[in-house]
């Protein structure tokens, strides 16, 4: 049963990717190059899904199935969760120039453990990346955030 519920979801997703990335094709430079950013590799990744779940082993099937009764798996998924939604929270409040290298300064301190010195070396080089591709590169400029926009009103 979950073979043909991941091989119709992996199919669906090749579908809809592959009439994503066709459709793209014709549009303008700017506009087609976030869709065929994300719908290619997305095309070529469920592709592999479904090869795999065609023709891979049932041995390798069985050991990737994780139970959800266990206290250790359903524990990190809700840790998983939380991160997310912490995320989204963070863009909504303060905008996505602040919240993705806060959100990677955090991770890296509070999940990954790592020295603050390497986690903002890093944060540093992610929103550097981050803005200079989005803002500089593309000239898409993200809104603030809800709190951003209370206390900084219309500058």
Do not use: N
């Not at 303008?28 to 023709?55: D, M, N, R």
């Not at 999940?111 to 989005?134: H, P």
């Amino acid at each position: 049963m979950a073979k043909k519920a991941s091989l119709a979801l992996s199919a669906a997703i090749v579908l809809l990717s592959g009439w994503g990335v066709l459709a793209a094709l014709d549009w303008p430079l700017k506009a087609k190059l976030f869709p065929l950013v994300i719908g290619i590799p997305l095309f070529c990744l469920a592709s592999a899904e479904a090869l795999w779940t065609l023709f891979g082993s049932a041995s390798v099937e069985q050991a990737r199935d994780v139970a959800l009764t266990e206290g250790a798996p359903q524990s990190r998924t809700l840790v998983a969760t939380a991160w997310i939604g912490g995320f989204f929270a963070a863009i909504l409040l303060l905008g996505f120039p602040i919240a993705v290298p806060l959100f990677v300064f955090l991770y890296l301190v509070i999940q990954g453990r790592e020295r603050w010195m390497f986690a903002a070396v890093f944060s540093a080089v992610v929103w550097g990346l981050f803005y200079g591709l989005f803002d500089l590169l593309l000239h898409l400029p993200f809104p603030a955030g809800y709190a951003v926009s209370l206390i900084l009103p219309a500058m």
